[in-house]
């Protein structure tokens, strides 16, 4: 092979892999959208938007469907290896984080319209600041994704304490207030239900900041990488 050829295949499988990033963002933004809309419906009580917000999962799981199509494309035409097998495969797993996120989303969305027939639950001001915590931590992981930024990545990972430390304090003002109202135990039922789903998009946010770590430098992110982050200016990528 020349090296004018080796160039063009390699800028081709660039151009490929660009593309791909870019349908994973984009995808990623949907699913932020999503959970933003499906929020302003259960504060609003407007089952339309709720709804809406249903319908809409369809087109997040056709554009994941597509990214696999794309993946294993690139996997069978391009044949990557090492660094470059690891970004395939980490563009697959981070589809299938933000098709979770969007059915997560839409589980919001159902449960706000069942809440919807009962009276409001004060607490449920309190989910608010759990889904925006959730919803940073998607749309900084995909920015990090996105610049095949490690380290703002890890970060990420980092906050997902800070969500889950939010999420217990909000499961417990809840299940005191069932007891202490049992009229409002249906209600706060699907609360916890939401506040749950909302923990677990900033579950799968740390996954995705786990494969773009991967994907960097082909080790699994823990504390320990995160200390050692900080410790030297960069880690070492893996070939």
């Known amino acids: 092979m020349n090296t004018e050829t080796h160039e063009h295949i390699v800028k081709s499988y660039d151009t490929e892999l660009a593309r791909l990033t870019g349908e994973i963002v984009s995808m990623g933004d949907?699913?932020?959208?999503?959970?933003?809309?499906?929020?302003?419906?259960?504060?609003?009580r407007d089952g339309i938007a709720a709804q809406r917000v249903i319908d809409n999962d369809d087109t997040l799981d056709a554009k994941e469907r597509q990214i696999s199509a794309d993946v294993l494309r690139l996997l069978a035409l391009r044949q990557p290896f090492a660094g470059d097998l690891r970004e395939v495969l980490a563009a697959l797993r981070i589809a299938a984080d933000i098709?979770?996120?969007g059915d997560y989303a839409a589980s919001v969305a159902k449960r706000s319209i069942v809440l919807n027939?009962?009276?409001?639950?004060?607490?449920?001001?309190?989910?608010?600041?759990?889904?925006?915590?959730?919803?940073?931590?998607?749309h900084d992981v995909l920015h990090a994704y996105e610049t095949r930024d490690a380290r703002a990545a890890a970060l990420v990972w980092e906050r997902d304490d800070k969500l889950d430390a939010r999420y217990t304090g909000l499961f417990r003002e809840l299940l005191t207030y069932m007891i202490e109202d049992p009229h409002s135990i249906s209600a706060c039922t699907h609360l916890l239900f939401i506040a749950k789903h909302l923990e677990r998009i900033g579950d799968h946010a740390t996954n995705i900041a786990e494969n773009i770590w991967f994907a960097a430098y082909g080790s699994t992110l823990t504390a320990k990488?995160?200390?050692?982050?900080?410790g030297v200016s960069h880690p070492t990528a893996r070939p």
């Open 30 to 44: 949907f699913a932020g959208m999503q959970l933003t809309r499906a929020m302003q419906a259960l504060a609003t």
């Open 99 to 101: 098709e979770r996120i």
């Open 117 to 138: 027939e009962s009276a409001p639950v004060p607490l449920a001001t309190g989910l608010p600041a759990l889904a925006t915590l959730a919803g940073d931590m998607l």
């Open 225 to 230: 990488e995160i200390q050692r982050m900080r």
